[in-house]
């Protein structure tokens, strides 16, 4: 009896094996298949920018004052570049600095024709590798921009804390040093947020809510758990942008303690009027960044296109201003500014009247 059962299980199963065969060949095929097309959404070929949503009758109206503040930070920062070049006065910490934050905010303008772009060409999409490289390039100039600005603190603050020994603290090596110390900081902590963003899978929309690339607004995309990207850009905020501001608020109130000590009413009120000046414009770079940040990590509603104006206002409006606090408030700057033109005027002028 028992082998009869065992017979009629044998047939049984040998009769339902092409059944079984097939169903299995079934569901390889239908998870082979499953599998490729969630592969080919794990990176996308191109992210789509949305610019300003619902805007789009007024975006002539807008790239008006956004192509001035464009133009006329190319030619500010050029001009400070050239000016401290050519004239060997300038070549001391100071200027060098100045000429420093001046290529860095070049760098930053050059960003901004993404955004100028989606204006013009309505050009929205962006490679999947040229979005990541654009990110990694917003927040690197930016951490370079916050670094600069630490150092130029310093640099004020050795100058008036201890002017006579001021070339020997602050000399070349050692601000050399102290810019290649700050640009490796900046470059291997940034470095890893477009590494890690690019392992994630993007499997549910390739449409970014801004007009350029940005690391929340990518990772907003991903499909999967990105609470470590998110950590990392928490900890890159704090360890750059937040120590740097502290250093530079420390910086500036050493600064008004030495000339109070001074006495002078003159040097104290032109040391305010320069530190506040200054104080305006880093006010502004920490404020707008600290606002992106929160927008992103609080959940607050906030209309979208206000976060993405205060984005862009973000990455335009310090390359305007920095060449105005810093370098043509500056006495020296203007004076050679002019000489420099002045010189070309009278050269061209000889020039005519010899022909």
């Not at 990694?136 to 130029?152: D, K, N, P, R």
Request: aromatic share 14%; charged share 10%; hydrophobic share 50%.
């Amino acid at each position: 009896m028992t082998l009869i059962n065992v017979n009629a299980c044998f047939y049984l199963a040998l009769l339902c094996s092409p059944l079984i065969h097939n169903y299995c060949s079934f569901l390889r095929n239908k998870t082979t298949s499953m599998s490729a097309l969630n592969t080919s959404y794990l990176r996308p070929k191109e992210f789509i920018l949305i610019g300003f949503l619902g805007m789009e009758s007024y975006q002539t109206w807008i790239s008006i004052p956004f192509c001035v503040m464009y133009v006329l930070a190319l030619a500010a920062n050029v001009l400070i570049i050239y000016t401290v070049k050519v004239n060997h006065n300038l070549h001391n910490p100071m200027y060098v600095l100045l000429a420093t934050l001046s290529l860095i905010d070049l760098a930053m303008c050059c960003l901004t024709t993404q955004i100028l772009k989606i204006f013009w060409f309505n050009e929205r999409a962006i490679a999947f590798e040229a979005c990541l490289f654009q990110m990694f390039c917003v927040h690197f100039f930016s951490s370079l921009e916050s670094s600069v600005l630490a150092i130029m603190a310093y640099d004020r603050y050795v100058a008036i804390y201890n002017p006579l020994r001021y070339m020997s603290i602050l000399s070349y090596r050692f601000l050399a040093k102290l810019i290649l110390s700050h640009f490796l900081r900046d470059l291997i902590l940034i470095g890893l947020l477009p590494i890690l963003a690019s392992r994630l899978p993007f499997c549910s929309s390739n449409v970014i809510q801004h007009c350029y690339c940005d690391h929340m607004g990518i990772l907003k995309l991903a499909c999967t758990d990105i609470s470590m990207n998110s950590y990392l850009g928490l900890f890159e905020i704090a360890s750059i942008f937040g120590l740097d501001a502290i250093f530079i608020i420390f910086s500036y109130v050493l600064i008004l303690r030495s000339v109070l000590k001074v006495g002078s009413k003159e040097a104290f009120r032109k040391a305010l009027n320069t530190c506040g000046s200054h104080l305006f414009v880093i006010l502004y770079f920490y404020t707008t960044l600290l606002f992106s940040v929160l927008i992103y990590r609080t959940g607050q509603k906030v209309v979208p296109e206000i976060h993405i104006m205060f984005s862009v206002l973000y990455l335009l409006v310090p390359p305007v201003l920095n060449p105005l606090v810093y370098a043509i408030r500056t006495k020296e700057i203007r004076h050679v500014f002019l000489k420099v033109v002045l010189n070309k005027s009278n050269h061209s002028k000889i020039q005519s009247a010899r022909c």
